[in-house]
């Protein structure tokens, strides 16, 4: 039967498997480590490679090795070790090499803990390593969407030549939900134009980031930015639930999207409009639609586990033509449904400002 | 520096170079990156792999090393190029990868990716240029200086009680099993080049053969860092340098190593993932089953009792049935109090948060999950209790109460680890939620081990039973 109850974490290695990866490096990290179990179970099998590698550096430039190649490669960890991965994705974004990272995020900053966080927004969706670049970011909030989006992932980086994040949390990682196994196809790209597999075809290639002259970098740096530019045009998804006619629109991504959906029903049975914007995208932002929406008499909620990363994205969207408020939790803390319709009320009880 | 009798593993002219000379390589008069370069293209060429080698250019003087080799180039972050060697090797064994590195490179920034490469025993040649100094950044003090030698970082000489010592990698390479060829070499004089010359091709050729990770060592000389004139600094590698670095073979294994290293990969087979994770199979005909009321249930109970077992099969009862299913273990400070617990929605419709706060089913093993859980419950809910193991079960006002001794009932079927069972038949008999013929063939093709179907069984009737005869 090719519908299964798993995990989250389990599901994006099926997904993996599905979109044609071929190698996994990765480093064990709670919430995260379930990836790297069933990775190193299933990629072998399927003569594939697996390593555990020394440390997150040493996996994210063993993944800029095989993404070199044109041959898909992923790498999957949380918080701290995503952070250790910066220099590499700025090597990757640099050098424009498809591949896709996992971050299964957990509570901050420093050591924090092992509970659900999403307060590695920003590290995310601004860049987190040096230089001028962008991670296409991709938000699941449910188990299929983890095997989805990763096949999915794999699919942008090949089109972008760029690396490609599931920024997930310990809830999507660790909940259990059935997931309908995808067909796996053949890999539709050709990058023989540039990669260097260590064969004949490609012996004249060059894989590297490096512009000595600072005319020959800039022009690297504006052909990227343009590459950007169409992803931000061509790439932004999102998900809406009873927005049209809604008072309040709630922007929330990954479990809490999952909470706010719930509330919505909830909300207007105690007639409050609300409704839910769901980011699927992170980067690129669905600003439009937000700044669409915000032509009307509306006010915007961004409820993140953060104390405040997405709300700054939501404020820049609408222009101040909205009122934007914000409420987080953080610490592996998780709003609750009468918490949520609590902030509900009492921002629309505050009327039109 | 002019490269003589260019080997064909150098380009003609070196395009990519910067600037108007493009004949000429960006080292100084005096370095040994192109004599070292100039032997590795000829071992190449003899070898005939320069069309399947990858040259990984390091972070130092050699960074650009694919301005000159006729051959795939990949240019790594500082210190990590036996990283990206094992992510080319591993995706393709067939590849010829070099990784060649400086002293910071390989013995400073990347000491933790040199020594698990070779500890792996990735089947790579990894040429490592000791030169006691950083050229590219200004004449820094490399983790191979010389105790007394000046540099831009240690401008009274290098102290061991403040910089520590020169580091020698090759004799903490060797300790390493896995690895199979590591010698020390110099290309001070024409005796000492020629030796060089040897070991280069024996590392490449080892690749070659598959006989795995290769080693070698150079010192070689910087006139510039050193201060020193071209002959000067000849000298003093002869005489100094190998005082710190002995030369010589500190280990090899090639001879028994043929072939030994090779790590086959396969390309990917769409079809063959489809079956090994049987998608595409068609489903089942899905029975969907109506579901009385949704269900929002909390199990809890101690770690060992199979209590978060019991919420996964009952979501996978739901799942068989066509129903929108999810679990999810404790979370946040839901995780204190010795219970063990996890959260289960069973639905019609989508489900929101998987979370959940307010049960309107509550199933505990335990006296601190009751009551830790029970206030929660929702008006009209019901709360199954273990009383086998809960001692002291009240009256909770508005809603049911449901007790049965699972525990015992288990033990009396044959062993207590079958209480969950017994426990997933009274929730489907009290909340009349699935058919007893759906829920025992969804333990039939669950339970994995076939001859613990029947106990299963007998448990799951026993769950049933009990809270039916109780009416």
């Excluded at chain 1, 512009?211 to 061509?234: F, G, P, Q, T």
């Excluded at chain 1, 937000?290 to 006010?299: F, I, N, P, S």
């Excluded at chain 2, 490399?142 to 009680?161: D, F």
């Excluded at chain 2, 005489?239 to 710190?244: I, L, N, P, R």
């Amino acid at each position: 039967m090719s519908r299964k109850f798993m995990k989250g974490n389990d599901a994006i290695v099926v997904g993996a498997l599905q979109a044609g990866c071929r190698a996994y490096y990765g480093y064990p990290i709670t919430p995260a480590s379930e990836i790297a179990h069933a990775a190193s179970l299933h990629f072998p099998a399927l003569g594939g490679t697996f390593i555990q590698a020394e440390s997150e550096v040493a996996a994210i430039n063993m993944v800029y090795g095989t993404a070199g190649m044109g041959i898909r490669t992923m790498t999957a960890s949380s918080s701290p070790g995503f952070s250790l991965k910066q220099e590499g994705l700025s090597y990757i974004a640099g050098a424009e090499l498809p591949c896709v990272v996992v971050n299964v995020s957990r509570g901050g900053p420093g050591l924090g803990n092992i509970a659900p966080e999403q307060a590695d927004y920003f590290q995310v969706t601004k860049g987190g390593g040096h230089g001028n670049y962008r991670l296409i970011a991709l938000a699941p909030n449910c188990a299929q969407e983890m095997c989805d989006l990763t096949v999915l992932a794999f699919d942008l980086a090949d089109t972008y030549r760029n690396p490609v994040c599931i920024l997930a949390d310990g809830f999507t990682g660790q909940m259990m939900e059935p997931v309908t196994v995808p067909v796996a196809r053949p890999v539709p790209f050709d990058h023989t134009s540039w990669c260097v597999r260590g064969d004949a075809a490609t012996h004249r290639n060059l894989i590297s980031s490096i512009y000595l002259e600072s005319e020959d970098l800039e022009r690297h740096n504006l052909k990227l930015d343009e590459k950007y530019r169409r992803i931000a045009r061509d790439e932004v998804r999102f998900e809406e639930y009873q927005v049209e006619d809604a008072d309040l629109i709630v922007v929330a991504f990954g479990i809490v999207s999952r909470i706010v959906y719930s509330t919505v029903d909830q909300a207007r049975a105690q007639g409050l409009k609300v409704g839910l914007l769901r980011p699927i995208t992170l980067w690129p932002f669905p600003s439009a639609r937000l700044a669409e929406l915000a032509a009307r008499d509306v006010r915007f909620l961004s409820a993140e586990l953060s104390t405040g990363q997405m709300v700054e994205d939501v404020r820049l969207a609408v222009e101040g033509r909205a009122p934007v408020h914000f409420y987080g939790r953080c610490g592996g803390m998780v709003p609750g449904s009468e918490e949520l319709l609590a902030e509900y009320g009492k921002i629309l009880e505050g009327g039109r400002s | 520096m002019k490269i003589t009798e260019k080997p064909v593993a150098f380009y003609p002219e070196f395009v990519r170079k910067s600037g108007p000379h493009k004949e000429t390589t960006h080292y100084c008069p005096g370095c040994g990156h192109g004599n070292i370069h100039k032997m590795i293209a000829e071992a190449m060429v003899d070898l005939g792999i320069n069309e399947r080698t990858v040259f990984i250019s390091p972070v130092g003087c050699s960074v650009f090393g694919y301005y000159y080799f006729d051959c795939g180039h990949m240019q790594a972050a500082h210190g990590r190029a036996p990283a990206v060697a094992t992510g080319i090797k591993r995706a393709n064994p067939e590849a010829i990868v070099i990784s060649y590195q400086g002293d910071g490179d390989l013995a400073a920034i990347g000491t933790a990716e040199t020594l698990h490469a070779a500890n792996r025993g990735e089947n790579i040649t990894v040429f490592f240029v000791n030169n006691a100094i950083y050229g590219m950044t200004g004449g820094q003090m490399a983790p191979t200086t010389m105790i007394g030698q000046k540099t831009a970082t240690t401008p009274r000489g290098r102290i061991e009680s403040v910089h520590g010592n020169p580091i020698r990698v090759a004799e903490i390479i060797a300790t390493l099993p896995a690895a199979t060829y590591v010698e020390r070499v110099a290309i001070g004089d024409s005796k000492h080049i020629m030796k060089a010359r040897k070991a280069i091709r024996k590392a490449l050729t080892n690749q070659v053969e598959n006989r795995g990770y290769s080693f070698v060592e150079i010192l070689s000389t910087c006139p510039t860092g050193w201060k020193m004139d071209g002959p000067d600094a000849r000298d003093w590698l002869v005489e100094e340098m190998t005082k710190v670095f002995p030369l010589g073979v500190f280990k090899d294994e090639s001879d028994h190593r043929e072939g030994a290293w090779h790590r086959q990969v396969e390309p990917f087979d769409p079809a063959k993932r489809d079956a090994y994770l049987g998608a595409g199979e068609a489903e089942a005909k899905a029975e969907k089953l109506p579901l009385p009321a949704e269900l929002h249930c909390k199990f809890a109970g101690f770690g060992g009792q199979g209590i978060l077992t019991l919420g996964l099969f009952l979501a996978q009862v739901g799942m068989r049935a066509g129903l929108h299913a999810s679990w999810i273990p404790s979370y946040g400070p839901e995780m204190r109090g010795g219970t063990a617990n996890c959260s289960v929605n069973l639905s019609e419709r989508r489900i929101g948060s998987p979370l959940v706060d307010k049960p309107n089913l509550l199933v505990v093993m335990n006296q601190p999950s009751l009551e830790a859980f029970a206030g929660d419950v929702v008006q009209g809910g019901t709360i199954i209790v273990d009383t086998s193991i809960v001692e002291k079960c009240p009256e909770y006002p508005g809603r049911r109460v449901v007790r049965i001794p699972a525990t015992g009932i288990a033990d009396e079927v044959g062993t207590p680890k079958v209480a969950n069972v017994v426990l997933l038949g009274a929730i489907c008999a009290a909340t009349g939620a699935f058919p007893q013929a759906f829920v025992e063939q969804s333990l039939r093709e669950t339970v994995k081990k076939k001859d613990l179907v029947d106990l299963n069984l007998a448990a799951l009737r026993r769950g049933y039973e009990h809270v039916g005869d109780a009416g």
